[in-house]
């Protein structure tokens, strides 16, 4: 174990992979020369090479191009998007390729692609840069999506995305990358995709959220704990492959649930998980599930309406209320 | 006398086989596609329905030429004669139509996306420009693996006006990858002419804006498509370097089935001006110019066009007779494993 940053975390795990795959590669826009936007490939140019650390012109419909068309042929190629807000540009090569080539090929083609970068709210980067948008890649069959909320799950996860034969959509937290935590260093340590943590144990209400929804589910956990309010909290890790049977599981002994997210709430990654909930525990709900989400407009710049459009702790703490009244 | 369009000398009797086996290919998607729009006339097909007719010599000049495997080719929705120039069987071609599990995706990809990997041949494309992107990341992973080999990348005059087209041929020129583009100028996309959609129309100096060289070919022309594609090929191999090539051709008939080749110029286009293209016919000029060297003679026309007939008859006995897909692979396939 060593003690690392998120972003270090995923730089570990590019190079760790990279180091056991002559086929895998990492491209994007300023990965190379400039070190990452992010600082998240620091150093591996140096350590790879042009050929295997390549910059890109600003062009993402290519860089969705380039990482596609090479894991058709057997590549398996780490494309990094400078935000995920940049990634609307190339929805097309993403859903109409990327997701689709190997049903529509009858299963004569694999993709095994990576799209990772930051996404996630906040810093006042106002409506084009601050925005959370998984529900549209979850949406989407063909998809893997991943979203870790710590660093080890950030490293584990990432080298279970590198090593998968599907195009995986990898999202990481802007907002995280600066987070501490135990890392293994083992090159063989890996997390699955599937498999949702139960962060903290409790019996009075479920939280379930993933990447830093997570974070404020348990900072809500902890206040309402000293009201005697014990809350079991779940971080699902993968939204597809979604790990259901946790959750109900956590459902069937607590009788309550909130949802928690940062993206809009309209049509959300959270209305489905309220919506299986309901079908899959129905008698076992004390209470409807309760939903946090983003406010429903444009990423506002100004301090004070940006602070009243992302969700908070006290979002998930007046939820957990209202399921419990 | 057979006329002659193209004077050139034939050199050896392995170009005469190759210039009958491309003639032969020829005919062979003229027919099938034929046949196919008839099936689809008969509810047999579904879908929509884009045929090649006019348009044969631009992969029957190329495509049995590449170096399989290793070499990739990628495609339009236009795509029968690609997929049956990369050798996909007509029995498979025409199963995929009819939506059968025989079909060369299973059933799953239809008229639009023929596929067929181990051929060389990574598919057809429903989305005007798509293929050109992919083209970049096969091209990328030719030149990672430094075998020689090419990607040959076919789409339309309509494509070169998405803007995904010039970002993937700039980083292809950037790059500097083995990616040969075919530029199907077949003068519209759907009813838009080239005139109608672009201030520059010259689109060889839009592939050098990007610091790839290209040059004009007559893409009704077999032997000079052959000669100039080959050329090309034969130099990438060892230069790892891009090339773009402006086919000028013309489709017979509507762009798809929804512009029916009976009603295709009472919008766009002129009755007289598809009769002149259909004198500069790829198949009749092919045939002239081989006639005249006694290559080719009437009776092994007859021959070439019972064996088609026959195989064409085949393909459509095999997929009428092939099962549909089981319910159960409804959700194979999303995943691989």
Redesign the interface.
């Known amino acids: 174990m060593a003690t690392m940053r998120y972003q270090q975390a995923l730089r570990l795990a590019m190079t760790e992979e990279m180091e056991r795959d002559p086929n895998v ?1 990492l491209c994007g826009e300023e990965v190379g020369q400039y070190q990452g936007t992010y600082r998240v490939s620091e150093g591996m140019l140096q350590k790879f090479g042009p ?1 295997r650390v ?1 910059d ?2 600003i ?4 860089i ?12 398996r ?1 780490i494309a990094e998007f400078m935000t995920w807000s940049f990634a609307l540009e190339a929805m ?2 993403l859903v ?2 990327a997701a689709k ?12 692609v990576v799209f990772r970068g930051p996404a996630g709210v906040g810093t006042q980067l106002s409506a084009q840069h601050s925005q959370s948008m998984e529900s549209w890649y979850a949406h989407t ?2 998809f ?1 999506v991943v979203m870790p909320a710590f660093p080890d799950d950030a490293k584990g996860l990432l080298k279970t995305a590198i090593r998968e ?2 195009p995986i959509i990898f999202m990481e937290h802007a907002g995280l990358y600066g987070l501490q935590g135990e890392v293994p260093e083992d090159p063989d340590f890996t997390v699955p995709f599937g498999v949702a943590a139960v962060r903290r144990v409790g019996t009075d209400i479920t939280l379930v959220s993933y990447s830093r929804g997570v974070h404020l589910c348990l900072k809500a956990a902890d206040v309402l704990a000293k009201e005697g309010i014990e809350c079991e909290v779940i971080d699902l890790r993968t939204l597809v492959p979604l790990d259901m049977e946790t959750v109900v599981t956590s459902v069937r002994k607590t009788h309550h649930a909130v949802v928690a997210q940062e993206e809009w709430k309209n049509v959300s990654f959270g209305s489905e998980l309220s919506a299986r909930i309901h079908e899959m525990a129905f008698d076992d709900l004390d209470a409807p599930v309760g939903r946090v989400g983003g406010a429903d407009v444009p990423m506002p710049y100004a301090k004070n309406l940006e602070r009243a459009a992302i969700p908070t702790e006290n979002d998930v703490i007046a939820a957990v209320r209202r399921a419990l009244a | 006398m057979a006329k002659t369009t193209v004077e050139r000398p034939v050199e050896d009797d392995i170009q005469s086989k190759e210039l009958l086996s491309s003639y032969r290919l020829m005919l062979l998607i003229r027919r099938l596609e034929e046949s196919v729009y008839r099936k689809f006339h008969e509810a047999k097909i579904g879908g929509y329905l884009h045929r090649y007719d006019g348009m044969e010599a631009l992969v029957a000049g190329i495509i049995p030429f590449l170096q399989i495997p290793g070499d ?1 080719v990628l495609s339009t929705y236009r795509d029968h004669a690609h997929a049956l120039a990369c050798g996909t069987s007509p029995r498979a071609v025409m199963a995929e139509l009819m939506g059968r599990a025989t ?7 239809g008229s639009m ?1 023929l ?4 051929n060389g041949f ?2 057809g ?3 005007v420009g ?1 293929p ?11 030149k ?1 693996r430094g075998n020689g080999n090419v990607c040959v990348v076919y789409f339309g005059d309509g494509a070169m006006n998405q ?2 087209v010039h ?2 041929m ?2 292809i020129g ?2 500097r990858l083995p990616v040969l583009f075919i530029l199907e100028n077949n003068k519209y996309a759907m009813g838009t002419s080239v005139e109608r959609s672009t201030g520059q129309t010259d689109f060889v100096l839009k592939a050098k804006a990007h610091g790839i060289d290209g040059e004009h070919v007559d893409g009704m022309d077999l032997l000079k498509v052959r000669d100039v594609a080959g050329r090309a090929i034969k130099k990438m191999r060892e230069t790892c370097e891009p090339y773009f090539l402006e086919m000028s051709c013309y489709r017979y008939v509507g762009h798809g089935i929804g512009d029916d080749n009976t009603k295709a110029w009472t919008t766009y286009r002129t009755e007289d001006e598809v009769a002149q293209w259909r004198e500069r016919d790829p198949l009749l000029r092919t045939g002239d110019y081989l006639e005249a060297r006694g290559i080719l003679t009437p009776e092994l026309i007859e021959k070439f066009e019972a064996e088609i007939a026959a195989e064409v008859e085949d393909a459509i006995e095999f997929a009428e007779a092939s099962a549909e897909p089981p319910l159960d692979s409804l959700y ?6």
């Open positions: 590669f050929k390549v890109t012109p062009s993402e419909i290519g969705a191009g380039l990482a596609t068309g090479a894991a058709m042929v057997g590549l190629p097309d090569q109409n390729h080539i190997t049903y529509m090929s009858g299963g004569r083609i694999q993709c095994p069959p063909g893997k034969n599907n | 990739y079909g060369c995706a299973g059933g799953k990809g996306h596929i067929d990997p181990e990574l598919g494309d429903g989305i798509g050109v992107p992919i083209s970049l990341g096969v091209g990328y992973a030719l990672y803007g995904g970002e993937a700039n980083m950037l790059y194979e396939n999303v995943y691989s494993k």
